[in-house]
């Protein structure tokens, strides 16, 4: 058995799985740690056979059902088996009819008010048959058909909606119900030790009755039972309530929010709104919602692995391969589909509708705890044992006292009913032992503290996707943050232009600079303009930097439909982070051809060889124009403005390929007539500056990896306060993308550290430095937004996607997607990640003063006297308490700033800590000392000298257990504040905390004034009541003398490892002198 306490520093070294350094990761040290991500089978299976369990279906409720998951692998084997199949057949089919010259014929039967019933939009979509599309007239025929207009969309109004989902269904598939309340009764009656308990409270029950009579004879048997009940009834309960938590985050991240077009404008709506006829603009990143045909596209390529299972791009194209499939991705380009099958009628629907998406996932920190479990429950196993054996034994041999002082069985007299209860008491002594020994709750610790945080965290807008990026949060020793939208607003205007070869405003631009900047800002752009029909305020859609450049065309007077009739797109190159800018060709109405550039400002410039100067003629870029234009970049980038730049050059008409190379056109960039840089303001959000301050003095660096100018990146940097000085704005403290790039691995891991703003990134330089940071041995969490970022998040600890601004592909493949796109909300999930590490130490320190102590307690009394103190039903209560009520009460204290005060938590840190094992020992040595001199010396102590021998022993224990209730109670406090002296700090303010202590000892009132022949008490007067009180109270003055006691740094399990590390080289031969 491997010692669960093993230390590690707060970064990777050596084995550690995660670093990507594996040595000797199957070994027996290492079978209760998992990596956060992507743990192997083995390594899942492998824990799972070395913990101790008592109750296996509730122990592993919140973890990887293995078989299950291998079940839905083998039915997506299957659905992708069938999508394939009848693709193929499809293909066959229309080979034979080419070759005979043979014409599909499909004629559309109406439904309801439509022209085209569900059941042939399902047949066409599925077979992807292109001859029944081509028969109802092709995208624009079948709109026709579903009364949408593929420009406008559908009306969009209640009626409309109704009406289509009662005929086409909804976009929303029958999932499986969750487990309801008796299910999770059933669950926590399989606990083995409460089955043994059963068993001898229904023997004792009989033995009892037969004995002493109905009326008197079913106490003790019906006592057990009842203790059992009210453990099995509110271990359920809590249970529940946690599933229901989580089925709540589970429908909140399947609820993803899309643009559609309905009555010519883009509004947001839930996935689960879409209906048949809906029109949909797809970008880079996005999810293909539904299933559907392509009206109109650019360059657009899909990735549906999520369908077929192959990581091939699939290029679509609207005449050849207009058929999209829902759940698949939008890799490349950008395009306009119309929905024809929705739900359970799409292939998606039906894969989703017959696998289970139960997201159990065990934690890194919950197979620890395990590891925990097992290592004080095999203890407590043998502690049980010793107990039982010496109580049998003592108890045979007539060393074992009753109520008048005589031995209590005598060979040959005592009746074989009184041997069999006394045994069956005996057992159950042994048996409840083991119950409190075995935490079998602090594994579903986690699971409930990762609940409320998760909770907790929704409403500080952070949705939790992976349930242990919560843990590895607390452990993040740096961020990497973008910039736009994260640090600053993402609220987007023009506010500076250099036009006409000079700085301009709007009103004086010539009309050839005008016309030519509109023609480009209305083409090429995934965004739009709607015009309410009866007045008001434009609206603009698409991303912050299309709004704020299509808001600058309005002011140079542009109409944008006007603009957008007046030439068509030949072909269209979207934006690419990679290259940093995005083209497209058109063709006006006599027949002239224009490319059209948008991009970073210095990337476009290097490309132009001319300018349009400002008589609106076309003049050479000298290299004093050039570098005028380069000092107005960078006093605009100084100034935090975001520059873009606009270009175009002409193309001979005769020259544009057509058919099939068109759409494998590489746009020309070369040659290009600079039209206007203009300088976009994006204002950093209040408070981002407190929030980096707060991260930095947490011990977590923030470094900002943006694709903006690096002048521009310094300036916001300065501003947010990641750059104290331009001291600190020098290389490698300040540097570029490119130059990251191109270094070496050694080269980039010698400065990666040094590392705070990287400018005019790409994609693949973030991926750079994470992996480099993970090298270095850091825990890194990475903000991302687009299609591109995905792989970067996908390394890094904590992949971190923006809810607003963040595309579908990244959301995918982040940990925790941040609602708002604020920083301070990131700052808020490292507070929640350390505050679950936190909390579960509190419940930890908290279990482990019971266990020891009761431990300790019943040991030496059942050793000395034959006898234990604390009762089968004594100790049950306990266990409930120091179980799910004490786990309710500590691992749901809200974060604190006192958190953000500490350096990160060492991902493989010590659970117990030096401080900690302070703590436990200082209260469970009070408790021992002070119950067990009451066990031996009570009745003198308290004057019960001149009572009924019987009398006074039932006082005494009565004493003995209420006391021991009460310091557990007390202690509670103390475990809130482990390292603090003020263990009063914030109590009021935690409802839950206060109501169940108040709880518990209004509880422990009645058990001991009213309960007496349940649980074996008697009623005390009050001077016994002050007693047990003071006992309790006594505690919290012995904590804050405790934590005036200095504690070594090195973790204590460091020594006993390094103890274990030798004894091994000793014993292999390797030790010398």
Same mark, same amino acid.
């Given at each position: 058995?491997?010692?669960?306490?093993?230390?590690?520093?707060?970064?990777?070294?050596?084995?550690?799985?995660?670093?990507?350094?594996?040595?000797?990761?199957?070994?027996?040290?290492?079978?209760?740690?998992?990596?956060?991500?992507?743990?192997?089978?083995?390594?899942?299976?492998?824990?799972?056979?070395?913990?101790?369990?008592?109750?296996?279906?509730?122990?592993?409720?919140?973890?990887?059902?293995?078989?299950?998951?291998?079940?839905?692998?083998?039915?997506?084997?299957?659905?992708?088996?069938?999508?394939?199949?009848?693709?193929?057949?499809? *293909?066959?089919?229309?080979?034979?009819?080419?070759?005979?010259?043979?014409?599909?014929?499909?004629?559309?039967?109406?439904?309801?008010?439509?022209?085209?019933?569900?059941?042939?939009?399902?047949?066409?979509?599925?077979?992807?048959?292109?001859?029944?599309?081509?028969?109802?007239?092709?995208?624009?025929?079948?709109? =026709?058909?579903?009364?949408?207009?593929?420009?406008?969309?559908?009306?969009?109004?209640?009626?409309?909606?109704?009406?289509?989902?009662?005929?086409?269904?909804?976009?929303?598939?029958?999932?499986?119900?969750?487990?309801?309340?008796?299910?999770?009764?059933?669950?926590?009656?399989?606990?083995?030790?409460?089955?043994?308990?059963?068993?001898?409270?229904?023997?004792?029950?009989?033995?009892?009755?037969?004995?002493?009579?109905?009326?008197?004879?079913?106490?003790?048997?019906?006592?057990?039972?009842?203790?059992?009940?009210?453990?099995?009834?509110?271990?359920?309960?809590?249970?529940?309530?946690?599933?229901?938590?989580?089925?709540?985050?589970?429908?909140?991240? *399947?609820?993803?929010?899309?643009?559609?077009?309905?009555?010519?404008?883009?509004?947001?709506?839930?996935?689960?709104?879409?209906?048949?006829?809906?029109?949909?603009?797809?970008?880079?990143?996005?999810?293909?919602?539904?299933?559907?045909?392509?009206?109109?596209?650019?360059?657009?390529?899909?990735?549906?692995?999520?369908?077929?299972?192959?990581?091939?791009?699939?290029?679509?194209?609207?005449?050849?391969?207009?058929?999209?499939?829902?759940?698949?991705?939008?890799?490349?380009?950008?395009?306009?589909?119309?929905?024809?099958?929705?739900?359970?009628?799409?292939?998606?629907?039906?894969?989703?509708?017959?696998?289970?998406?139960?997201?159990?996932?065990?934690?890194?920190?919950?197979?620890?705890?395990?590891?925990?479990?097992?290592?004080?429950?095999?203890?407590?196993?043998?502690?049980?044992?010793?107990?039982?054996?010496?109580?049998?034994?003592?108890?045979?041999?007539?060393?074992?006292?009753?109520?008048?002082?005589?031995?209590?069985?005598?060979?040959?007299?005592?009746?074989?009913?009184?041997?069999?209860?006394?045994?069956?008491?005996?057992?159950?002594?042994?048996?409840?032992?083991?119950?409190?020994?075995?935490?079998?709750?602090?594994?579903?610790?986690?699971?409930?503290?990762?609940?409320?945080?998760?909770?907790?965290?929704?409403?500080?807008?952070?949705?939790?996707?992976?349930?242990?990026?919560?843990?590895?949060?607390?452990?993040?020793?740096?961020?990497?943050?973008?910039?736009?939208?994260?640090?600053?607003?993402?609220?987007?205007?023009?506010?500076?232009?250099?036009?006409?070869?000079?700085?301009?405003?709007?009103?004086?631009?010539?009309?050839?600079?005008?016309?030519?900047?509109?023609?480009?800002?209305?083409?090429?752009?995934?965004?739009?303009?709607?015009?309410?029909?009866?007045?008001?305020?434009?609206?603009?859609?698409?991303?912050?930097?299309?709004?704020?450049?299509?808001?600058?065309?309005?002011?140079?007077?542009?109409?944008?439909?006007?603009?957008?009739?007046?030439?068509?797109?030949?072909?269209?190159?979207?934006?690419?982070?990679?290259?940093?800018?995005?083209?497209?060709?058109?063709?006006?109405?006599?027949?002239?051809?224009?490319?059209?550039?948008?991009?970073?400002?210095?990337?476009?410039?290097?490309?132009?060889?001319?300018?349009?100067?400002?008589?609106?003629?076309?003049?050479?870029?000298?290299?004093?124009?050039?570098?005028?234009?380069?000092?107005?970049?960078?006093?605009?980038?100084? *100034?935090?403005?975001?520059?873009?730049?606009?270009?175009?050059?002409?193309?001979?008409?005769?020259?544009?390929?057509?058919?099939?190379?068109?759409?494998?056109?590489?746009?020309?960039?070369?040659?290009?007539?600079?039209?206007?840089?203009?300088?976009?303001?994006?204002?950093?959000?209040?408070?981002?500056?407190?929030?980096?301050?707060?991260?930095?003095?947490?011990?977590?660096?923030?470094?900002?990896?943006?694709?903006?100018?690096?002048?521009?990146?310094?300036?916001?940097?300065?501003?947010?306060?990641?750059?104290?000085?331009?001291?600190?704005?020098?290389?490698?403290?300040?540097?570029?993308?490119?130059?990251?790039?191109?270094?070496?691995?050694?080269?980039?891991?010698?400065?990666?550290?040094?590392?705070?703003?990287?400018?005019?990134?790409?994609?693949?330089?973030?991926?750079?430095?994470?992996?480099?940071?993970?090298?270095?041995?850091?825990?890194?969490?990475?903000?991302?937004?687009?299609?591109?970022?995905?792989?970067?998040?996908?390394?890094? =600890?904590?992949?971190?996607?923006?809810?607003?601004?963040?595309?579908?592909?990244?959301?995918?493949?982040?940990?925790?997607?941040?609602?708002?796109?604020?920083?301070?909300?990131?700052?808020?999930?490292?507070?929640?990640?350390?505050?679950?590490?936190?909390?579960?130490?509190?419940?930890?320190?908290?279990?482990?003063?019971?266990?020891?102590?009761?431990?300790?307690?019943?040991?030496?009394?059942?050793?000395?006297?034959?006898?234990?103190?604390?009762?089968?039903?004594?100790?049950?209560?306990?266990?409930?308490?120091?179980?799910?009520?004490?786990?309710?009460?500590?691992?749901?204290?809200?974060?604190?700033?006192?958190?953000?005060?500490?350096?990160?938590?060492?991902?493989?840190?010590?659970?117990?800590?030096?401080?900690?094992?302070?703590?436990?020992?200082?209260?469970?040595?009070?408790?021992?000392?002070?119950?067990?001199?009451?066990?031996?010396?009570?009745?003198?102590?308290?004057?019960?000298?001149?009572?009924?021998?019987?009398?006074?022993?039932?006082?005494?224990?009565?004493?003995?257990?209420?006391?021991?209730?009460?310091?557990?109670?007390?202690?509670?406090?103390?475990? *809130?504040?482990?390292?603090?002296?003020?263990?009063?700090?914030?109590?009021?303010?935690?409802?839950?905390?206060?109501?169940?202590?108040?709880?518990?000892?209004?509880?422990?009132?009645?058990?001991?004034?009213?309960?007496?022949?349940?649980?074996?008490?008697?009623?005390?007067?009050?001077?016994?009541?002050?007693?047990?009180?003071?006992?309790?109270?006594?505690?919290?003055?012995?904590?804050?003398?405790?934590?005036?006691?200095?504690?070594?740094?090195?973790?204590?399990?460091?020594?006993?490892?390094?103890?274990?590390?030798?004894?091994?080289?000793?014993?292999?031969?390797?030790?010398?002198?």
């Amino acid at each position: 058995m491997s010692s669960p306490f093993k230390p590690s520093p707060g970064r990777r070294h050596g084995g550690d799985l995660e670093s990507g350094r594996i040595e000797n990761a199957d070994s027996d040290s290492d079978t209760f740690s998992i990596p956060a991500k992507n743990a192997s089978v083995e390594r899942l299976q492998q824990w799972r056979k070395a913990a101790l369990v008592l109750n296996a279906s509730r122990r592993f409720r919140y973890t990887l059902d293995l078989k299950k998951e291998q079940e839905a692998q083998e039915m997506r084997k299957k659905i992708r088996t069938h999508a394939h199949a009848l693709l193929a057949a499809n *293909r066959f089919i229309d080979m034979g009819r080419d070759q005979v010259g043979e014409k599909p014929i499909a004629s559309a039967t109406p439904a309801g008010d439509f022209g085209i019933g569900p059941e042939q939009l399902v047949l066409m979509s599925k077979d992807h048959n292109i001859g029944s599309l081509q028969q109802y007239g092709g995208a624009q025929g079948l709109a =026709d058909l579903l009364k949408t207009n593929t420009e406008k969309g559908i009306s969009g109004d209640d009626e409309d909606l109704l009406n289509r989902k009662n005929i086409y269904g909804s976009n929303t598939y029958p999932r499986k119900k969750g487990k309801g309340f008796l299910r999770f009764l059933w669950d926590a009656c399989h606990d083995l030790t409460l089955i043994i308990l059963m068993v001898a409270a229904v023997a004792s029950l009989a033995l009892g009755i037969k004995t002493e009579g109905i009326k008197e004879g079913w106490y003790d048997g019906g006592s057990i039972a009842f203790a059992v009940i009210l453990v099995i009834v509110v271990t359920a309960v809590s249970d529940y309530k946690q599933s229901l938590q989580f089925q709540n985050l589970n429908d909140e991240k *399947r609820n993803i929010h899309l643009e559609v077009i309905r009555g010519g404008r883009r509004v947001e709506v839930s996935i689960y709104d879409l209906v048949v006829g809906d029109v949909i603009p797809l970008n880079i990143g996005n999810q293909v919602p539904a299933d559907g045909v392509l009206i109109a596209g650019h360059s657009l390529a899909l990735d549906e692995s999520s369908m077929t299972g192959e990581s091939k791009i699939v290029n679509k194209d609207a005449n050849k391969d207009p058929f999209l499939m829902s759940g698949c991705k939008v890799a490349d380009g950008n395009g306009v589909m119309l929905v024809t099958g929705v739900g359970v009628n799409t292939e998606w629907g039906l894969l989703m509708a017959s696998i289970s998406e139960d997201n159990d996932e065990e934690t890194p920190l919950q197979v620890r705890l395990n590891g925990v479990a097992t290592f004080i429950g095999s203890i407590g196993l043998f502690v049980a044992a010793c107990v039982l054996v010496i109580l049998l034994v003592r108890y045979f041999t007539g060393h074992t006292e009753d109520v008048g002082g005589g031995p209590q069985f005598v060979k040959g007299k005592t009746k074989i009913g009184h041997v069999v209860d006394d045994v069956i008491k005996v057992v159950t002594v042994a048996v409840t032992i083991v119950v409190v020994a075995v935490p079998e709750g602090l594994p579903l610790a986690v699971t409930l503290t990762l609940a409320y945080s998760m909770r907790k965290m929704m409403a500080d807008k952070a949705l939790v996707r992976r349930l242990s990026a919560c843990e590895t949060m607390g452990s993040a020793t740096t961020i990497c943050s973008d910039k736009t939208g994260t640090l600053t607003l993402n609220q987007m205007t023009v506010v500076e232009s250099y036009a006409g070869g000079k700085k301009t405003d709007s009103q004086q631009l010539p009309a050839t600079i005008t016309s030519l900047c509109v023609e480009g800002i209305a083409q090429n752009t995934t965004g739009s303009i709607y015009v309410p029909e009866g007045g008001g305020d434009l609206e603009f859609s698409g991303s912050p930097t299309e709004k704020a450049i299509l808001g600058w065309g309005v002011k140079l007077g542009m109409n944008f439909e006007t603009a957008r009739s007046q030439s068509s797109i030949l072909h269209a190159f979207p934006f690419s982070s990679e290259k940093k800018r995005g083209g497209v060709a058109v063709k006006t109405a006599d027949g002239e051809v224009r490319i059209h550039w948008k991009g970073a400002s210095e990337i476009v410039l290097a490309c132009c060889r001319s300018y349009i100067d400002e008589d609106g003629n076309v003049a050479p870029m000298t290299e004093e124009k050039e570098q005028y234009f380069k000092n107005g970049i960078e006093e605009m980038a100084g *100034r935090t403005l975001r520059c873009v730049a606009l270009a175009f050059r002409t193309y001979e008409p005769e020259k544009v390929p057509t058919g099939e190379e068109l759409s494998n056109w590489v746009l020309p960039e070369d040659g290009l007539i600079l039209l206007a840089i203009v300088g976009i303001k994006d204002p950093c959000r209040p408070g981002v500056r407190d929030s980096v301050q707060l991260c930095q003095n947490a011990g977590v660096k923030v470094r900002m990896v943006t694709g903006d100018n690096v002048q521009t990146a310094r300036a916001i940097a300065l501003e947010c306060g990641i750059l104290t000085s331009d001291a600190d704005a020098l290389e490698p403290n300040l540097i570029e993308g490119k130059s990251f790039r191109a270094l070496t691995d050694a080269g980039r891991d010698k400065i990666s550290e040094r590392i705070s703003v990287m400018g005019r990134s790409s994609p693949n330089d973030k991926l750079l430095l994470v992996q480099s940071l993970r090298r270095r041995g850091h825990v890194v969490a990475v903000t991302g937004d687009g299609t591109n970022d995905a792989p970067a998040l996908h390394e890094a =600890d904590i992949g971190l996607a923006m809810g607003i601004a963040g595309t579908e592909v990244a959301k995918e493949s982040s940990d925790i997607i941040i609602l708002d796109d604020n920083f301070a909300s990131v700052v808020k999930v490292v507070r929640w990640g350390r505050s679950v590490y936190a909390n579960i130490q509190k419940f930890i320190q908290f279990q482990l003063t019971v266990n020891v102590a009761a431990l300790i307690i019943n040991v030496v009394a059942a050793i000395s006297s034959g006898d234990v103190p604390l009762t089968a039903v004594q100790l049950l209560w306990v266990n409930l308490i120091m179980d799910t009520l004490g786990a309710l009460a500590l691992a749901t204290e809200p974060p604190t700033d006192h958190l953000m005060g500490r350096p990160p938590v060492g991902r493989k840190e010590p659970l117990i800590t030096n401080i900690m094992w302070r703590n436990l020992l200082i209260q469970a040595i009070y408790q021992v000392s002070v119950l067990l001199v009451l066990n031996f010396r009570g009745i003198s102590i308290l004057g019960l000298q001149h009572e009924v021998p019987a009398h006074a022993t039932r006082v005494k224990n009565t004493i003995i257990f209420n006391a021991f209730v009460l310091c557990q109670a007390f202690n509670e406090f103390n475990a *809130r504040k482990p390292d603090e002296k003020n263990i009063f700090k914030g109590v009021i303010k935690n409802r839950l905390f206060m109501g169940i202590l108040v709880i518990t000892l209004v509880l422990q009132v009645i058990i001991v004034e009213f309960l007496g022949k349940f649980a074996s008490t008697t009623k005390l007067n009050w001077k016994q009541w002050l007693i047990c009180v003071a006992i309790g109270v006594i505690s919290w003055p012995l904590a804050l003398v405790g934590k005036f006691i200095p504690v070594p740094k090195t973790p204590l399990s460091s020594k006993l490892s390094v103890l274990k590390f030798w004894g091994k080289r000793k014993s292999s031969g390797e030790g010398s002198l």
